[in-house]
């Protein structure tokens, strides 16, 4: 047994049947545990909309001070605000301080010139605007000044090395020359209300909008005198003309500031940017392009290469450009190896060709020596030191017991570390590592607070699955209830993700567990984490060896942990996985008493011609569309098998979903009307593939907890 600052790892290996691994993780912090468990409440749907949520941290250039924000609920009216918090990185007993900027703060980043620079809708236009303060290391705000006065939002922005330019983007038409301005809408020809759209302009609607032809997310640079943004800027993009780059920076619809970085001297900027034309619906070609600000177009250093680069990290020396780069034109799956060009020569070379992990981001150290990365390993997410010299990648041991998920990793001087970690048990707290050593929590943000609640326990443990490969799952309940449990098993989305050990304000397994539930996630083929191969494996497989694996992984925790009641069980996915409740429905007919299908797929033949980033349904048939190989579709297509269809079975749709658009659950919802199979269809207009509005989420878990209770817990007549 090995006892460290906060959890409790307990190998089961010797006391499991053979052909199953595990280990036993208690989940919940032990300074929360001075109440015993049986006192405490479980979690609840509330608790989880309400609980307080940490943000991304921003640390001040000699390492001595971070600014993070956290987001609260009002548990009343539901509505969110965000405060920013300052805590000393060099006294460790320190406590946070909350900082008053006397109106709204967001995106904080600390410049060489001493100042903060942050978002804030403080001005007269209300639209968010860059502003700067200085901030005391007792935590005094002061001399808060505006920054920017644009006539469009700002969206996010970077100040340079030396503070002498600023960066800000934010969405308005391809021909302003300017940030924001008064172009007529070309799409709107009236005289009525209707929205014209042409083939060649790129994308009809996106994720979760319908697109305004002929605007982007675009960049500016302006020099920075005195604390304010001068002139009309220079456009990243180029001036408008035939052979302008057209496309959005940051990306669409999950790009953020991790798209684009300023050069070590200033003197220009990297971004990232896939080009809007007739391909970008079936493209994943996203480039690295630097602009010099000289007036000139940027130039793409990336052209080689028609599959996606991302992540641009400049080392602080100027020397090089680390960046992530995939192999395979269409597919926004393949692994993501750390590339890294001289900057002086143009030389480019892969440095992590050898290591079977996918990089989620890069930051270098301030000396230039190391490039520290996250990615994906088994159901962790570790950070690793990378050697750009040699390309040698080694595991960082930050903390006791299982790294779970780490992210916005902050290297400082010394091999110090600022990081942010979350598990299944535990939201995410704020971290420090001095000299590359195991952590220090520097926050207490919900921890305390969940504590008051009653614990989880997680379990990990691996079978044979499919052709007799090990695949990894996770079972999670409450620490000490007694006797069986009725089981969850739950489905990740996808296909290539993971239900890892991390913490979830969507699909959370706690508060499931908390209702008194054991819940059962598989990493099936097709997860990440567990190199290349296993990802590629469910292409042209999605209803093979997934289902294998979901199968053979609930039986095994069943075998595992004697409380899992799998013959009193329900099934549970979004996406992928509400594709899996589909074709569980038709394939494992008598597998579950409810299933839940959360905006999944129904309907392959027109999910390849209504959803919206075609390159992803292409690839998962091979590369080639329904017109070119309907036969590939159709074997792995739920509607074939509705006859089938007895379980009875919640559908949640979003109306904003273009993803998988909501007719695909429309359909399945009648299906189950057709086949006489006792239905409930849950709808949210203003939701996308996602439930995120406060409101929703809560009456998005009461649905599911009444629907799980109504088969798993029937009531005594």
Same mark, same amino acid.
């Given at each position: 047994?090995?006892?460290?600052?906060?959890?409790?790892?307990?190998?089961?290996?010797?006391?499991?049947?053979?052909?199953?691994?595990?280990?036993?993780?208690?989940?919940?912090?032990?300074?929360?545990?001075?109440?015993?468990?049986?006192?405490?409440?479980?979690?609840?749907?509330?608790?989880?909309?309400?609980?307080?949520?940490?943000?991304?941290?921003?640390?001040?250039?000699?390492?001595?001070?971070?600014?993070?924000?956290?987001?609260?609920?009002?548990?009343?009216?539901?509505?969110?605000?965000?405060?920013?918090?300052?805590?000393?990185?060099?006294?460790?007993?320190?406590?946070?301080?909350?900082?008053?900027?006397?109106?709204?703060?967001?995106?904080?980043?600390?410049?060489?010139?001493?100042?903060?620079?942050?978002?804030?809708?403080?001005?007269?236009?209300?639209?968010?605007?860059?502003?700067?303060?200085?901030?005391?290391?007792?935590?005094?705000?002061?001399?808060?000044?505006?920054? #920017? =006065?644009?006539? $469009?939002?700002?969206? +996010?922005?970077?100040?340079?090395?030396? @503070?002498?330019?600023? *960066?800000?983007? %934010? /969405?308005?038409?391809?021909?302003?020359?300017?940030?924001?301005?008064?172009?007529?809408?070309?799409?709107?020809?009236?005289?009525?209300?209707?929205?014209?759209?042409?083939?060649?302009?790129?994308?009809?609607?996106?994720?979760?909008?319908?697109?305004?032809?002929?605007?982007?997310?675009?960049?500016?640079?302006?020099?920075? #005198? =005195?604390?304010? $943004?001068?002139?009309? +800027?220079?456009?990243?993009?180029?001036? @408008?003309?035939?052979? *302008?780059?057209? %496309? /959005?920076?940051?990306?669409?619809?999950?790009?953020?500031?991790?798209?684009?970085?300023?050069?070590?001297?200033?003197?220009?900027?990297?971004?990232?940017?896939?080009?809007?034309?007739?391909?970008?619906?079936?493209?994943?070609?996203?480039?690295?392009?630097?602009?010099?600000?000289?007036?000139?177009?940027?130039?793409?250093? #990336?052209?080689?290469?028609?599959?996606?680069?991302?992540?641009?990290?400049?080392?602080?020396?100027?020397?090089?450009?680390?960046?992530?780069?995939?192999?395979?034109?269409?597919?926004?799956?393949?692994?993501?190896?750390?590339?890294?060009?001289?900057?002086?020569?143009?030389?480019?070379?892969?440095?992590?060709?050898?290591?079977?992990?996918?990089?989620?981001?890069?930051?270098?150290?301030?000396?230039?020596?190391?490039?520290?990365?996250?990615?994906?390993?088994?159901?962790?997410?570790?950070?690793?030191?990378?050697?750009?010299?040699?390309?040698?990648?080694?595991?960082?041991?930050?903390?006791?017991?299982?790294?779970?998920?780490?992210?916005?990793?902050?290297?400082?001087?010394?091999?110090?570390?600022?990081?942010?970690?979350?598990?299944?048990?535990?939201?995410?707290?704020?971290?420090?590592?001095?000299?590359?050593?195991?952590?220090?929590?520097?926050?207490?943000?919900?921890?305390?607070?969940?504590?008051?609640?009653?614990?989880?326990?997680?379990?990990?443990?691996?079978?044979?699955?499919?052709?007799?490969?090990?695949?990894?799952?996770?079972?999670?309940?409450?620490?000490?209830?007694?006797?069986?449990?009725?089981?969850?098993?739950?489905?990740?989305?996808?296909?290539?993700?993971?239900?890892?050990?991390?913490?979830?304000?969507?699909?959370?397994?706690?508060?499931?567990?908390?209702?008194?539930?054991?819940?059962?996630?598989?990493?099936?083929?097709?997860?990440?984490?567990?190199?290349?191969?296993?990802?590629?494996?469910?292409?042209?497989?999605?209803?093979?060896?997934?289902?294998?694996?979901?199968?053979?992984?609930?039986?095994?925790?069943?075998?595992?942990?004697?409380?899992?009641?799998?013959?009193?069980?329900?099934?549970?996915?979004?996406?992928?996985?509400?594709?899996?409740?589909?074709?569980?429905?038709?394939?494992?007919?008598?597998?579950?008493?409810?299933?839940?299908?959360?905006?999944?797929?129904?309907?392959?033949?027109?999910?390849?011609?209504?959803?919206?980033?075609?390159?992803?349904?292409?690839?998962?048939?091979?590369?080639?569309?329904?017109?070119?190989?309907?036969?590939?579709?159709?074997?792995?297509?739920?509607?074939?098998?509705?006859?089938?269809?007895?379980?009875?079975?919640?559908?949640?749709?979003?109306?904003?979903?273009?993803?998988?658009?909501?007719?695909?659950?429309?359909?399945?919802?009648?299906?189950?009307?057709?086949?006489?199979?006792?239905?409930?269809?849950?709808?949210?207009?203003?939701?996308?593939?996602?439930?995120?509005?406060?409101?929703?989420?809560?009456?998005?878990?009461?649905?599911?907890?009444?629907?799980?209770?109504?088969?798993?817990?029937?009531?005594?007549?």
């Amino acid at each position: 047994m090995i006892k460290t600052a906060g959890f409790t790892t307990l190998s089961l290996a010797a006391a499991v049947p053979a052909g199953i691994a595990a280990s036993f993780l208690l989940a919940t912090p032990a300074a929360a545990q001075g109440r015993p468990a049986e006192a405490r409440p479980p979690m609840s749907a509330q608790d989880l909309v309400v609980l307080p949520r940490l943000g991304a941290p921003a640390a001040s250039n000699d390492g001595s001070l971070a600014i993070y924000p956290v987001t609260t609920t009002d548990p009343a009216t539901y509505v969110r605000s965000t405060a920013l918090h300052l805590r000393s990185l060099t006294d460790g007993d320190a406590a946070p301080i909350k900082l008053d900027f006397g109106g709204s703060a967001s995106s904080p980043a600390f410049a060489d010139d001493g100042w903060v620079y942050f978002l804030s809708d403080r001005g007269e236009g209300k639209t968010d605007q860059v502003w700067r303060a200085r901030v005391s290391p007792a935590g005094v705000v002061s001399e808060i000044s505006q920054v #920017t =006065a644009f006539r $469009a939002p700002v969206a +996010g922005f970077a100040v340079a090395p030396g @503070a002498t330019r600023i *960066a800000a983007w %934010g /969405d308005f038409a391809r021909t302003c020359t300017t940030f924001g301005c008064d172009d007529k809408a070309s799409h709107l020809p009236g005289p009525g209300t209707g929205r014209l759209y042409d083939s060649e302009a790129g994308f009809v609607r996106h994720w979760d909008q319908w697109e305004t032809p002929g605007e982007y997310s675009r960049v500016f640079a302006f020099p920075l #005198t =005195a604390g304010k $943004a001068i002139g009309d +800027g220079i456009p990243l993009d180029g001036k @408008a003309g035939a052979n *302008a780059l057209v %496309g /959005d920076t940051p990306t669409k619809p999950f790009g953020g500031g991790e798209d684009l970085a300023w050069a070590a001297d200033g003197r220009g900027v990297f971004f990232a940017a896939r080009k809007a034309d007739a391909d970008e619906p079936g493209s994943t070609n996203i480039d690295l392009w630097f602009n010099d600000l000289s007036g000139r177009a940027p130039t793409n250093l #990336t052209r080689a290469n028609s599959a996606t680069d991302t992540l641009p990290a400049p080392s602080p020396d100027g020397k090089w450009l680390a960046y992530a780069a995939m192999a395979r034109p269409g597919y926004e799956a393949d692994k993501l190896t750390v590339m890294l060009r001289d900057l002086k020569s143009g030389r480019v070379r892969a440095l992590t060709t050898d290591w079977d992990r996918s990089v989620g981001s890069l930051a270098w150290t301030p000396d230039s020596r190391w490039i520290v990365a996250t990615a994906q390993d088994v159901l962790d997410t570790p950070a690793f030191r990378i050697d750009p010299a040699t390309g040698r990648v080694e595991k960082l041991d930050l903390m006791a017991g299982t790294e779970a998920h780490i992210g916005n990793v902050v290297p400082l001087a010394r091999g110090d570390l600022l990081f942010t970690r979350d598990s299944i048990g535990n939201p995410s707290e704020l971290y420090l590592s001095r000299g590359w050593a195991q952590a220090a929590p520097l926050t207490d943000v919900a921890t305390t607070l969940l504590g008051r609640r009653a614990p989880i326990v997680t379990r990990r443990f691996s079978f044979a699955g499919a052709d007799g490969a090990t695949v990894w799952g996770q079972i999670t309940k409450l620490d000490g209830q007694r006797g069986k449990m009725p089981a969850i098993l739950y489905v990740h989305g996808g296909p290539q993700g993971s239900f890892n050990d991390a913490w979830s304000t969507r699909w959370n397994p706690r508060v499931v567990a908390s209702q008194g539930y054991a819940v059962v996630s598989i990493d099936f083929h097709g997860s990440t984490g567990y190199g290349q191969a296993f990802t590629d494996s469910i292409t042209n497989d999605w209803g093979g060896k997934p289902l294998e694996d979901l199968r053979k992984g609930f039986a095994a925790a069943g075998a595992l942990d004697t409380q899992v009641d799998t013959g009193n069980a329900c099934a549970m996915g979004a996406s992928y996985g509400g594709y899996m409740m589909n074709w569980i429905a038709g394939q494992w007919p008598d597998g579950f008493k409810c299933l839940v299908n959360h905006n999944g797929v129904f309907d392959q033949r027109m999910m390849s011609f209504a959803t919206e980033e075609k390159w992803f349904i292409d690839w998962e048939h091979g590369g080639r569309t329904y017109s070119e190989a309907p036969e590939i579709y159709e074997r792995w297509n739920p509607i074939n098998h509705v006859a089938k269809w007895k379980t009875p079975m919640l559908i949640v749709l979003g109306e904003r979903d273009y993803r998988i658009p909501y007719s695909q659950g429309l359909g399945a919802f009648s299906a189950l009307q057709r086949n006489d199979v006792p239905a409930q269809l849950l709808v949210f207009p203003d939701e996308n593939h996602w439930v995120l509005k406060p409101k929703n989420s809560l009456q998005w878990h009461n649905t599911v907890f009444d629907w799980l209770g109504r088969w798993l817990k029937p009531r005594a007549k």
